[in-house]
Nanobody
Framework: QVQLVESGGGLVQAGGSLRLSCAAS????????MGWFRQAPGKEREFVAA????????SYAASVKGRFTISRDNAKNTVYLQMNSLKPEDTADYYC????????????????WGQGTQVTVSS
């Protein structure tokens, strides 16, 4: 079992930055694909970014590409999401998730989930 805990959310003005962290425990995440998803009020959960186990391959949603960067530190068992140039439409609860093998963009592919951290971007 992998336990995931997100942190780093908060309130930020449009154009600002936040860095989310996802700390894992229970198992090393070095063999897992790690992903970030988000869910805004009244909307479905959507893919944001993912990174493969080595960190060499990443994938981003079109809406965040060029503004967000996913990274991982397997020695610290932690995954990060650097969010720059934030927009009000980025407001959502952000979730960290883990899966085996290949990068996926569908939330149903992921086996382990954190509880989420709230990000609010004011205009």
């Amino acid at each position: 079992q992998v336990q995931l805990v997100e942190s780093g959310g908060g309130l930020v003005q449009a154009g600002g930055s936040l860095r989310l962290s996802c700390a894992a425990s229970g198992r090393t995440i070095s063999s897992y694909v790690m992903g970030w998803f988000r869910q805004a009020p009244g909307k479905e959960r959507e893919f944001v970014a993912a990174i493969n186990s080595s960190g060499r391959i990443t994938s981003y949603a079109a809406s965040v590409k060029g503004r967000f960067t996913i990274s991982r530190d397997n020695a610290k068992n932690t995954v990060y999401l650097q969010m720059n140039s934030l927009k009000p439409e980025d407001t959502a609860d952000y979730y960290c998730a883990a899966k085996y093998l290949y990068i996926g963009t569908n939330s149903h592919e992921y086996d382990y989930w954190g509880q989420g951290t709230q990000v609010t971007v004011s205009s």
